[in-house]
Every structure is written in C-alpha cells, then in structure tokens.
C-alpha cells in the first residue's frame, strides 16, 4: 500500500516561494507516475505537475517556468519547489502517485493520495 504524506505548505505574500515536501512509502515499483494537484475552494481538483520514474516532467501551463518538481530517491520523498506565487497559487496542494509511467496530470488515473498541505499566497 503506497503512503503519501506532504508537509511544507503556509501562507506567503505574493512573489514568495515555498517547497513542498511528500514522503513516500510502499511504492516498490520500478514505473511509476508521481505528481502534484492543487484545488482551490470551490474549484476542481487541477494537476500541477508530474515526474515519471525515467525523470520526465510535465507542468501545467499555470506554473510553467515557476515551479520545479523533482525527487529524491534517497529519502523517499518527492518536491515541489514553488517561487514567484501568485495568489491564483492559493489552494491545497495534493502528490500523488500511480503505478504506470506513461500518465498526463489526470485526476482520474491517480490511485494513491497524500491528504494535502495547505498553500496561501496574499497579495
């Protein structure tokens, strides 16, 4: 059973970075999608961005040039560095993870989620 848990979200002005940080444990698979989603109040779950295990990465066009997401397989844990914030940026932030290396940042085809770390940014 694969666990996520995240930690490092808070409450920046806007033009702030945050890291995020999401422990993982019980994914023994050699291919695997990790990635980050975001929901704002009222709003659909939307990705953030994703690591393949080959080291491939995908962001949305949101966060494209501000955010860095990598992984560091020697503690197990995957990051979401996050600089120039919005406000747009505010919302829980979520990792999570699945099984099969060839995803897209598609809620639907995550299994595995952290239960989310909270980021505001205040202009």
């Known amino acids: 059973q694969v666990q996520l848990v995240e930690s490092g979200g808070g409450s920046v002005q806007a033009g702030g970075s945050l890291r995020l940080s999401c422990v993982v444990s019980?994914?023994?698979?050699?291919?695997?999608?990790m990635a980050w989603f975001r929901q704002a109040p009222g709003k659909e779950r939307e990705g953030v961005a994703l690591?393949?295990?080959?080291?491939?990465?995908v962001y949305s066009d949101s966060v494209l040039g501000r955010f860095t997401i990598s992984q560091d397989n020697a503690k197990n844990t995957l990051y979401l560095q996050m600089n120039s914030l919005k406000p747009e940026d505010t919302g829980m932030y979520y990792c999570a993870a699945a099984r099969k290396a060839w995803l897209l940042l598609n809620v639907k085809d995550y299994d595995s989620w952290g239960q989310g770390t909270q980021v505001t940014v205040s202009s």
């Open positions: 019980g994914l023994v698979d050699s291919t695997y999608t």
């Open positions: 690591r393949r295990n080959y080291g491939y990465t």
